[in-house]
């Protein structure tokens, strides 16, 4: 039997961009078996509390995190591991809010380092810098990002975040991180991009799109997810994807267990 823990998701609280509820979330991941599931909304943590308190209540162990819009517009994923962790990912936040405008939230890169402790770092989802640099052919610079995201966050406070979920390019990305990581001896780790529950409703999901642009579903086509895969899958289902990369899935769990020490509903 396989075992998966998601570190990528959103929820409503990613506005007009989860679609589904944290209970709904939580609900299906207790269906499916998971020991834990994080919470990681864009640039904020408004639905962190709620989050904490369903799955203890339900019997899962959340874990708190936030998917973070640097100043270029690339992303990064966070995850609290302590309350030194927490404090600062709300300081990130914080920091982000003050220095943007209200609409579009950006984290001055600088400031990762000065505030890296007790976090876990993602290398981000497609539109990180290093699946940039990969994209582009630049593998030179995609170890460089890796490189210096290390040195800013710690050896074992960095993982290469592999995304598949059957969009053009997923394939050939997650075997060029893979390779980075085998390479640079820097950990990979699987993650979902989670935006719904379940695959029926990414058609809501595609309607929240479209009014956060200000378009018709037609005219968002290019804003819209690719296709419907976002949604929380098996672990059976995340282990075949990944079966090329097993330590992929299997670090979903030691991170997991890591996270384990800092919870919300007790840790404030």
């Not at 719904?196 to 804003?223: F, N, P, W």
Request: proline share 4%; aromatic share 8%; net charge negative.
């Amino acid at each position: 039997m396989h075992q998966y823990v998601e570190l990528h998701l959103h929820t409503c609280y990613s506005f007009l961009e989860g679609a589904s509820q944290p209970d709904e979330l939580i609900l299906r991941a207790l269906e499916l078996g998971y020991p834990a599931l994080a919470i990681t909304d864009h640039d904020g943590l408004h639905g962190a509390m709620e989050f904490a308190q369903a799955c203890r209540a339900f019997g899962i162990q959340p874990i708190t995190g936030a998917e973070m819009t640097l100043i270029s517009g690339e992303h990064i994923t966070l995850i609290a591991e302590s309350r030194e962790g927490y404090a600062n990912l709300s300081r990130l936040i914080t920091a982000t809010y003050m220095e943007s405008p209200r609409s579009d939230p950006r984290l001055d890169p600088a400031l990762l380092p000065l505030h890296s402790a007790g976090l876990i770092c993602l290398s981000g989802c497609r539109k990180s810098e290093i699946a940039a640099a990969i994209d582009r052919g630049d593998i030179a610079a995609a170890e460089a990002v890796a490189e210096r995201f290390r040195t800013w966050f710690g050896a074992e406070n960095y993982f290469l975040e592999l995304q598949h979920n059957l969009v053009y390019g997923d394939t050939p990305r997650c075997r060029a991180l893979a390779e980075i990581g085998r390479r640079l001896a820097i950990p990979v780790v699987a993650t979902g991009n989670v935006h719904y529950h379940v695959r029926e409703r990414h058609r809501l999901q595609d309607a929240m799109v479209a009014i956060k642009h200000r378009s018709t579903l037609d005219g968002s086509h290019r804003e819209r997810r690719p296709n419907s895969e976002f949604f929380l899958r098996t672990p059976e289902e995340m282990a075949e994807r990944f079966s090329e990369i097993p330590d992929a899935v299997a670090n979903t769990l030691v991170i997991a267990e890591r996270a384990a020490d800092f919870d919300l509903t007790k840790d404030l």
